[in-house]
């Protein structure tokens, strides 16, 4: 299912409207299929797999991250349906598919048809990868990553606004990976004045794999942007299940403010600057005891000399 | 030399206007005594370890973090010649003695009396260990480690000043541990009249272990504390070889500007304040590309649910 679920990630910013699925089909010990979600959802992950395993398929286990669809589509086929045809013995999901067209009814066909089911196998896991997706059907929204990077003092740039660089090669390579990752990215009007960010993906052969911008504002947006006039509207957002807010402090305030961020991805650099501009606004604390409680770690690396930190949005289950 | 090192580390603070230096004696294969620089700076590690192994030391081999003394004192008698009265065989040394009263002296001493010596075994993490003696010694100014407790966003309080509490209780145990290895603490007259610190040690068996008070002030310091005009009188002060300066934002900075800091404490929790008080003020960085390579991570852990991060200045060799 590991794996299965780090194919899932290769579809994360591409796969809307459809969720990002990961599928892995195992015969005898070896793997004969791998698919997930392709650009604009279709093909599912599942028919790609099985398109690979082809008569491989038949006895075999599929391991897959969400519950296979039941619902009929126009844009193709049921692949609870694929499955059975395809003769699969055994299909072990880690999600159960929230959409209420499927719900449970995809694995109860898959049994009525004499199939083994097995669900809930790193359940966690899945809906991480797939959070933009599960955070749509529960909270109505896209999945949110704010994106600082950062001095040790918490600084993003000196007083004058100057930031190149804070960060170095390394981490930077790596923000532009997680651009490719999201489906949007948002930065507030201060930043796009300032700035001018092309905020495109610089990495050889992912150029294609830049997301929409979008702008946080109440003026106009220049050609080539989306404009929204407050964070709530990002649920408003067609195709957007996974959105990377990049900036400025006002903006990332508002996404905090609003209980809007999912996710923090802190690039933080060996460096202090003292005096110089904050990285995060005014979100209107005004308890310590409440700020508490509401993020965990959830990685760290080295990237060069600086270290990537990525905390989650605690939430009671 | 490893276990030596460790027992150096249990005079930091204390063992002033000495080293603080540690010292193993194996026979065999067997540790026969143990020692480190007392209270006050006697005896010496050599002569406690010496004291433990009793005639054990004849034939044996000592490791020592600092060459032994060879300067006549009024105070206590000479190591390298207790060395050679106990009948030690060989001695391990880590960091030859810039002392110059010492200097290589107390090794060749030793080596005429057919002691076999070796010198420069961890040389540089007995050196971090005494890094006020060391620096005393090439700088003419005690160690200085500045510590913060700050939130992801770099924030040590609230707009209105609350601080209490960023970090939890596992963080504040370890700062006061600590406040146990400085021979003195230092805060600003601002965090003085805000926060009235009593800057003792609050651990379990560790309260006599508390460190002077000093206050970086133009003004007049009260009872109990002694008082410098700027950073750079810490060069004057007698018996300090490990100042832990502890606040605020100014006094933060105005050590920085000076470039006497030789290492970052680092507190960080896992919460976010948005707008509030910075931990480190001004300290005239005009250009990004002159903060870089200044600082490098030396330790790092977790401290229930914060994060310890250690930084050491990079200093040219």
Redesign the interface.
Known sequence: MAVAIALSERGRGLSTPNPNVGCLIVKDGRVVGRGWTQKGGRPHAEAQALDEAMDRARGATAYVTLEPCFHLSPRGPRCADLMVRAGVRRVVIALRDPDPRTDGQGAAWLRKRGIAVEMGLMAEEAAAAMCGFVLRQTLGRPAVTLK?G??????IA?SDG?????TGPDARAHAHLERARHDAILVGGGTLRADAPRLDVRLAGLEDRSPRRLLLSHGDAPEGWERIATPEDIAALAHVDHLLVEGGARTA?AF?RADLVDR?L?YR????????L?????????D?AE??G????SDERRLG?D?L?V?GRSRKA
């Open positions: 600082l950062l001095s040790l003092d918490g600084r000196l100057s930031s190149r660089w804070i305030a905090l923090l802190l650099a060996p460096i202090v600057i003292g005096k110089g904050a990285g995060i606004g005014d979100i209107g604390l005004t310590l700020a508490h509401r993020w965990r770690l000399h270290r930190e905390y």
